[in-house]
T-cell receptor
């Protein structure tokens, strides 16, 4: 089992550029989550998909952020235009609804630096 | 979702037992208590979940009193590799609800 796969692992870009983060959830999982982690704000849930449908996007900070899940095996988080305050580690996690322990499996994260 | 309160940081030494207590006074009847562990430069990892009394697995034990307003994560005989941030989360488990809210966590430092 490869676990949750995220790419790229590191991204450095300049303010105003578009950034796209990618996630491949664990096969068979029907829930997918995008989180952002910073020293100041900790780990924040940005958006949550269930069966490819966005269920809760109340954590998406601004219209500059958008997320899609075109199929069960792929999701993207896009920031356009990016700003220095978007610098953070972005985690993707997946889980299976209704199973024991409600466990979420996290990917290794993408460290984004916006200059 | 019930708010949780846990210590910001704790220190321990190798071989000691570590107990991290989490307060959740407003826990609802259908809420479960879940703990995650996060090592530096990694995503959080599920440790244990429980509803009441005691739960034990190969990593930790979780003690939950009858009123469920608090819970204690117990790590037996910690090693340096247990240095991590530990998060206490409270939320409903069933019915397809799958949203978890992470608080500040407890930063555990294990010393030689």
């Amino acid at each position: 089992d490869a676990g949750v796969i995220q790419s790229p692992r590191h991204e450095v870009t300049e303010m105003g550029q578009e950034v796209t983060l990618r996630c491949k959830p664990i096969s068979g999982h029907n829930s997918l989550f995008w989180y952002r982690q910073t020293m100041m704000r900790g780990l924040e849930l940005l958006i949550y998909f269930n069966n490819n449908v966005p269920i809760d996007d109340s954590g998406m900070p601004e219209d500059r952020f958008s997320a899609k899940m075109p199929n069960a095996s792929f999701s993207t988080l896009k920031i356009q235009p990016s700003e220095p305050r978007d610098s953070a580690v972005y985690f993707c996690a997946s889980s299976t609804t209704g199973t024991a322990y409600n466990e979420q499996f996290f990917g290794p994260g993408t460290r984004l630096t916006v200059l | 979702l019930a708010k949780t309160t846990q210590p910001i940081s704790m220190d321990s030494y190798e071989g000691q037992e570590v107990n991290i207590t989490c307060s959740h006074n407003n826990i609802a009847t259908n809420d479960y208590i879940t703990w995650y562990q996060q090592f530096p430069s990694q995503g959080p990892r599920f440790i244990i979940q429980g509803y009441k009394t005691k739960v034990t697995n190969e990593v930790a034990s979780l003690f939950i009193p009858a009123d469920r307003k608090s819970s204690t994560l117990s790590l037996p005989r910690v090693s340096l590799s247990d240095t991590a941030v530990y998060y206490c989360l409270v939320g409903p488990f069933s019915g397809g609800y799958n949203k978890l809210i992470f608080g500040a966590g407890t930063r555990l430092a294990v010393h030689p």
